[in-house]
């Protein structure tokens, strides 16, 4: 019998698998992304950005205002109690010296309108009480009322200069001329010619001063002097429907007359 060769079940270390000869396929390959813009911040994020730092420069401007206008302050409250501290100044005084009235004549025509002609004669005292201040005064408007009414005006046309702890007289003529007046303001002036005390009157003084300290002069400053307290009555014959008037004046009572000055400020168009 003839022998059969069987083959050995363990592989021979020469023999080479079929899974090591095969050539694996190459891996496939991404889908290709596209192409992304660089990054920009968003639109609302700039305009919230930008309203900060509007909001920060605009507190910081207010901040830097209020601080020099608060520094300005200071030092002009400095500069003022030094200044007072050093020189004490005071307001000038005015007082009335005499008021006269020559004409004050109510002519009443044809047609019911009453018109007032009128001349009166004024001296007023100004005083300086000051040691190192002097005042330089422009020309002066004065005008004369009766509780509101125009009674007459005119002017100091000089100016003058009021020297330390010096008196100064002033002297002017007011007059109106044939001024038309409504009823009502005739009756009430009437009725006050009917009293003992006479027609109430009123001036108001109406100048520009300028301070002088030593050797510093400031601007011009608007005054207006208030005089109240005045009465009078009138020439004889004065009240009714004559153009005559008196050849005697009156003297108007000014013993209880008191005038108070104040400051006129103009802003603009507007004067306080």
């Known amino acids: 019998m003839t022998d059969r060769v069987y083959p050995s079940s363990k592989p021979n270390g020469n023999t080479t698998t079929a899974t090591t000869n095969t050539i694996l396929p190459p891996p496939p390959s991404k889908a290709q992304q596209p192409n992304r ?49 050093l020189y004490r100044p ?51 408007s004065i005008t004369c009322l009766s509780e509101g009414t125009q009674v007459a005006n005119g002017y100091f046309a000089n100016s003058f200069v009021s020297n330390p702890n010096n008196i100064t007289i002033i002297r002017s003529s007011l007059s109106s001329n044939s001024q038309l007046l409504e009823t009502e303001t005739v009756n009430r002036m ?41 009465h009078s009555l009138i020439p004889k014959g004065g009240s009714g429907n004559s153009r005559n008037s008196s050849s005697s004046s009156v003297a108007a009572t000014v013993s209880a007359a008191k005038c108070k000055l104040d400051l006129r400020i103009k802003i603009w168009k507007w004067t306080f």
Do not use: M
Not at 105 to 110: C, G, I, K
């Open 37 to 85: 813009h660089p990054y920009r911040p968003n639109s609302v994020t700039n305009q919230r950005t930008r309203r900060r730092s509007r909001r920060g420069c605009f507190c910081l401007c207010c901040f830097w205002s209020v601080l020099i206008i608060t520094l300005l302050l200071l030092i002009s409250a400095i500069a003022g109690c030094i200044l007072y501290l």
């Open 90 to 140: 005071h307001r000038p005084t005015f007082s009335i010296a005499a008021l006269k009235i020559s004409e004050f004549n109510l002519t009443t025509t044809a047609d019911d309108t009453t018109r007032l002609t009128s001349n009166l004669n004024l001296t007023i005292s100004t005083r300086n009480p000051n040691k190192k201040i002097t005042f330089y005064y422009d020309s002066i």
């Open 190 to 230: 009437r009725s006050d010619l009917k009293k003992k005390s006479g027609l109430p009157l009123k001036l108001l003084l109406d100048t520009k001063v300028r301070v002088k300290i030593e050797s510093i002069r400031s601007k011009k400053i608007g005054i207006r002097v208030k005089c109240e307290g005045i």
